[in-house]
């Protein structure tokens, strides 16, 4: 395999990394969930403005029609130059992707281009008290009335939901049909009456997901994306991005920068010369390498024209699993009263939910173990 890039990519690559070092400030301190997503939704305009945001989509809806290297060269770039995430990360990786695969031409026309500049931020009302794992367990109902729909149903962990104007939702709409078969996708208006988001505090001290209720909520009938019935098709185009191509690169780089900080503070502080931190730190460097090769993997699948597919669950275990190895060492490194505060203390509350967020550990095993390796159900 030939892994240096091409003249066209090394040129691609200056362009990123030029723009960025003219226009990327320093991020702020923010007092704020609040604050943080204004600032946000400001970066991002900016990032759209010169289209440097969702540079896969078409050139037609505000990419670049960007191939999967470039792609990877963006995200390597990015993250190397400190740039924060994009704050509307549901709306470019989840909603962008689905929209593009199952919308019809007007609701990519109303949609995707507020998705880019951060005009719309969006949710993924997906999982409920009930149905997490089993997603296709929803039990949120969706009803005719007319020409609209009417919601009720309660969801949970919906990250963001308090800043979103749009949501991502999954919902019963027969009843009577097999359990995969009755499903139907919308995009629903987080303003509409009958919303109610309810945020949730969680262990990092931020509220960053909410519970949401919906109490007779109107959707309009254009608001169903691929079809009444349809929904748990269009939801599997939604999950493999989010566990294939949302993670790639930019969380490779961002790892590997947590590794070499911390590898430098292991030695700076002598913690080194422990031979279970230094064999730790080697796990970590091992995993890193594992999470690169899956990632060449992926990268390769994609530039092929493939859709991520069940493989994406390997990139979500080894990201999982670098993830948490990584803010256990950190532990071991700068000592357990970390947790107290700080950078590695955050990194390693936050990690507890890497295993759960996007679909657990255990289902990710599951789906490689039957859709990948064939074994029986
Ligand atoms: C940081 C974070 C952000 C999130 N953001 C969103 C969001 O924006 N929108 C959204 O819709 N959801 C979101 N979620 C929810 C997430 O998708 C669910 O938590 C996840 O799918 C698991 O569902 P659950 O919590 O109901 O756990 P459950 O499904 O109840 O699982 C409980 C335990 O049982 C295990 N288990 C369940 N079924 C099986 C099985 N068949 N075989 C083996 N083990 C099994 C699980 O692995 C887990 O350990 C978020 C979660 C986190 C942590």
């Known amino acids: 395999m030939n892994l240096s890039y091409t003249q066209g990519e090394e040129t691609f690559a200056a362009e990123i990394r030029e723009w960025l070092s003219a226009n990327l400030e320093p991020t702020p301190m923010f007092e704020s969930l609040e604050e943080e997503v204004a600032w946000g939704r400001r970066w991002q305009a900016r990032l759209a403005g010169a289209r440097w945001v969702g540079i896969a989509w078409p050139s037609a809806f505000g990419g670049r029609g960007a191939s999967p290297v470039e792609v990877a060269i963006y995200n390597t770039e990015y993250a190397r130059a400190g740039a924060p995430q994009p704050v ?10 689905t929209l593009l695969a199952h919308g019809t031409d007007e609701q990519k026309a109303r949609w995707l281009a507020r998705i880019l500049s951060a005009e719309d931020l969006w949710c ?32 949970v962990w ?10 991502l939702c999954l919902a019963r709409s027969d009843p009577a049909a097999p359990k995969h078969a009755g499903l139907t996708f919308f995009a629903v208006d987080m303003t509409a009456p009958g919303i109610e988001v309810r945020p949730l505090v ?8 909410n519970a949401v209720f919906l109490d007779d909520v109107a959707v309009p009938g254009d608001a169903v994306i691929g079809g009444v019935g349809h929904g748990w098709t269009v939801a599997g185009t939604t999950l493999s991005h989010e566990r294939g191509t949302a993670f790639p690169f930019k969380e490779q780089v961002v790892h590997e920068i947590y590794l070499h900080d911390l590898y430098h503070e292991a030695l700076s502080s002598g913690a080194l010369d422990d031979p279970a931190v230094a064999d730790r730190l080697a796990q970590c460097a091992v995993l890193a390498q594992v999470f690169r090769v899956h990632n060449w993997r992926t990268m390769s699948r994609m530039a092929r024209g493939e859709e991520p597919g069940a493989e994406s669950s390997i990139v979500k275990l080894a990201w999982t699993a670098l993830t948490q190895e990584l803010s256990e060492a950190a532990l071991d490194v ?24 996007g679909g657990t550990s255990e289902i990710q095993r599951t789906i490689i173990g039957e859709r990948l390796l064939g074994l029986p159900k």
């Open 202 to 209: 969680q262990i990092t001290g931020d509220a960053e997901f």
């Open 158 to 167: 919906t990250s963001y939901a308090q800043f979103a104007q749009w949501g």
């Open 334 to 357: 700068v000592g357990p009263a970390s947790v107290l505060g700080g950078r590695w203390g955050r990194q390693w509350l936050w990690s507890k939910a890497a295993s759960i967020a």
């Open 124 to 155: 993924q009302l997906f999982s409920e008290p009930d149905a997490g794992s089993d997603l296709a367990s929803v039990t949120t109902r969706a009803e005719r009335d007319g020409d609209r729909w009417v919601l009720n149903g309660q969801k």
């Open 88 to 97: 509307n990360r549901v709306g470019v990786n989840l909603a962008g992707p």
